[in-house]
C-alpha cells in the first residue's frame, strides 16, 4: 500500500505565501544556486521515480546536494511542500476546451486529469479534502467549472457535478494503481492467479447455492480475464457519470 500523504496541513500563512511567491529568499551568496521553484521540481522527480514513501526533506535535500538546514530558508516543512509540489502538478493541465457540447468537455477534464495522475502515480495517494489554494489549483478550478457554465445548473450543482467527475476519476486511477502494485508486487497477473485458483474453487463453489454469482462471475471473468479490467470499468463508470450528469441537465431545462 503506498504512503497516505494530506494537503492543508502546513501553516496556513506560510503556505500561501508560497503557493503565491509572495516571498521568497534569495540564495546565499557563494552558495549553489537554490529557489522554492528547484526545490519542489525536485521533490516532484522523487516522488515521480520512488513514490511517496521516499520523500521527506533529508531526501530532497541530497539530491540538490545540499545540506537538510538550507531548504528550511525556503520551504518551512514537508507540510508546505507537498501543498505546492500539488500546484505545481495541476498547473501541467492545459487550459482548452474542445469543441462540442458540455459532456464532450467534462469528458475532455476527465481523460486529462486521468493521464495527470498516471504520469505522477504518488498524486492519488494525497488526500485533498483540504484544498491547496494556490495559483494552478485555482486556475484548474475555474477552467473546469468553464466547461459547464450556462447549461442552466445552479453554482451549487456545478461545483458539486465537478467534484462528482474528478472523485470517480481520482478513486478509478486509485484502483487501478493498486491492482497494478498487487500484479507486480507478487509477480503474478490477475489472469494468472484466477487460473490458478479456479480449479480449486470449482471444488468448494455450488452453483446450484450461488446460481447468479456463478454466472455472472464467470461471464465478466472469461471478458476480462480476471476479475476487473481497470480500462473497462474507467470507461464504463465514466460513462455511467456523465449519464446521471445528463440526467440532471435535461431536468434544469425542463424546470
Do not use: C
Not at 471473468?221 to 440532471?248: I, K, N, S
Request: charged share 25%; net charge negative; glycine share 8%.
Amino acid at each position: 500500500m503506498a504512503n497516505i500523504e494530506y494537503s492543508g496541513h502546513g501553516d496556513p500563512a506560510r503556505s500561501l505565501a508560497l503557493l503565491w511567491r509572495t516571498s521568497e529568499r534569495a540564495s546565499r551568496k557563494g552558495k549553489p544556486e537554490l529557489n522554492v521553484d528547484r526545490i519542489v521540481r525536485t521533490a516532484i522527480d522523487l516522488a515521480d521515480t520512488e513514490g511517496l514513501g521516499a520523500l521527506s526533506m533529508r531526501r530532497v535535500a541530497e539530491e540538490l546536494g545540499v545540506g537538510t538546514m538550507s531548504l528550511y530558508t525556503y520551504v518551512p516543512g514537508k507540510g508546505e511542500l507537498i501543498d505546492v509540489m500539488l500546484d505545481t502538478v495541476f498547473g501541467e493541465l492545459p487550459r482548452e476546451h474542445p469543441e462540442g457540447g458540455w459532456r464532450d468537455r467534462l469528458e475532455h477534464l476527465a481523460r486529462q486529469n486521468q493521464a495527470l495522475y498516471q504520469r505522477h502515480a504518488w498524486l492519488p495517494h494525497v488526500l485533498m479534502s483540504r484544498p491547496v489554494l494556490g495559483p494552478n489549483v485555482t486556475a484548474k478550478y475555474d477552467h473546469e467549472l468553464s466547461a459547464i457554465d450556462g447549461i442552466g445548473l445552479s453554482d451549487v450543482e456545478m461545483d458539486s457535478v465537478l467534484w462528482l467527475v474528478l472523485d470517480y476519476v481520482h478513486s478509478a486511477v486509485r484502483n487501478a494503481a493498486e491492482i497494478a502494485v498487487a500484479n507486480q508486487s507478487s509477480g503474478v497477473t490477475d489472469e494468472q492467479w484466477w487460473q490458478a485458483h479456479a480449479p480449486l474453487l470449482s471444488k468448494v463453489l455450488d452453483p446450484a447455492r450461488y446460481p447468479v454469482a456463478s454466472r455472472v462471475g464467470q461471464a465478466a471473468g472469461m471478458q476480462h480475464g480476471g476479475a476487473v479490467d481497470p480500462a473497462h470499468a474507467f470507461e464504463f463508470g465514466l460513462a455511467r457519470v456523465l449519464d446521471g450528469v445528463e440526467v440532471l441537465v435535461r431536468q434544469r431545462s425542463a424546470d
